[in-house]
């Protein structure tokens, strides 16, 4: 198709972007950053990944798009290092389900990272539920083989699947990120209240660090801090901006 050309030439041309948003503790200090992909495109300008992520998916193209993702946030890794001490330094960078069903995934991730000189120590990997519904061995593997050279794993937009809570317990995760549509929701329905309270009593259960995701107001950090959730990311702490801009919040360095 049209759309899949362009966005094979979005990668011969340097198209991609990738932007950072914050996450902090409920006082506003930094807790790292996540990654988000943006494409440059040159007639329809800045585009998000629900406009092109499922073409990138079902065309294999997420694979060599991913490669680029990791490569990029392992250079800004770099920086971030050198400005900002330990976790205020981390950065996350989401992995699909079509990236990790690769067979050499936790190789192209590894060869990257000594390419780059990146500290693994520094990067998260968010996964999402959908990855362990199928061969979940397998993925397990993978986890523990990139946690062993120090990369942790956050399980993203938590709530939304349907993870058995036994095979969650055998996963090396340290992270757990609950979905922003509880986080909008909780303030005016009480369901959506209880399923927060429930995900994060089993995050304490599991020992897991608790991020809560799109926050948005000062009301709904004091509900969730209150209930036990470590760190908040949303619009009322920062959107997610370019790499230039985020240079310049960080810390000078002396
Ligand atoms: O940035 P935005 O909220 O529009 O992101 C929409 C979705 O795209 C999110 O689910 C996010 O996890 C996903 N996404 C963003 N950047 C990347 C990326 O670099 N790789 C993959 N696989 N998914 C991404
Ligand atoms: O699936 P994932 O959690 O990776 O998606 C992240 C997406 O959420 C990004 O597209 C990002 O732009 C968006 N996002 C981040 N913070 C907020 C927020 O406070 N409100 C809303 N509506 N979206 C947010
Ligand atoms: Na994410
Ligand atoms: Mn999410």
């Not at 991609?16 to 300008?45: I, M, Y």
């Not at 990369?151 to 055998?170: K, V």
Request: aromatic share 8%; hydrophobic share 40%.
């Amino acid at each position: 198709s049209r759309r899949e050309r362009e966005l094979k030439q979005a990668l011969v041309d340097d198209q991609f972007e990738l932007h950072l948003q914050s996450k902090h503790t409920a006082d506003g200090g930094l807790f790292g950053f996540e990654a988000l992909l943006r494409w440059q495109h040159p007639t329809e300008g800045r585009l998000s990944p629900d406009r092109f992520m499922e073409l990138a998916e079902s065309s294999g193209l997420i694979v060599e798009i991913g490669d680029w993702v990791l490569r990029q946030a392992c250079r800004y890794s770099l920086t971030l290092g050198e400005a900002e001490q330990g976790d205020r330094s981390a950065l996350s960078i989401n992995i699909s389900e079509r990236q990790m069903a690769q067979e050499n995934f936790v190789e192209r991730v590894l060869t990257i990272i000594e390419e780059t000189g990146a500290d693994p120590g520094r990067l998260i990997f968010e996964i999402t539920e959908t990855l362990l519904h199928h061969d979940l061995e397998r993925t397990r593997q993978q986890m523990l083989a990139l946690n062993q050279a120090g990369i942790r794993f956050a399980l993203d937009d938590f709530g939304t699947g349907y993870s058995s809570l036994a095979y969650l317990q055998s996963l090396p995760l340290r992270i757990l990120k609950i979905d922003r549509s509880f986080v909008s929701a909780m303030m005016t329905h009480p369901a959506s209240l209880s399923i927060v309270k429930a995900i994060v009593s089993m995050a304490k259960a599991m020992n897991l660090t608790l991020i809560a995701e799109g926050v948005e107001t000062q009301a709904q950090i004091d509900i969730l801090r209150d209930l036990g959730c470590h760190y908040f990311q949303g619009f009322y702490f920062s959107r997610p901006k370019p790499w230039p801009d985020i240079i310049a919040s960080l810390a000078p360095v002396t």
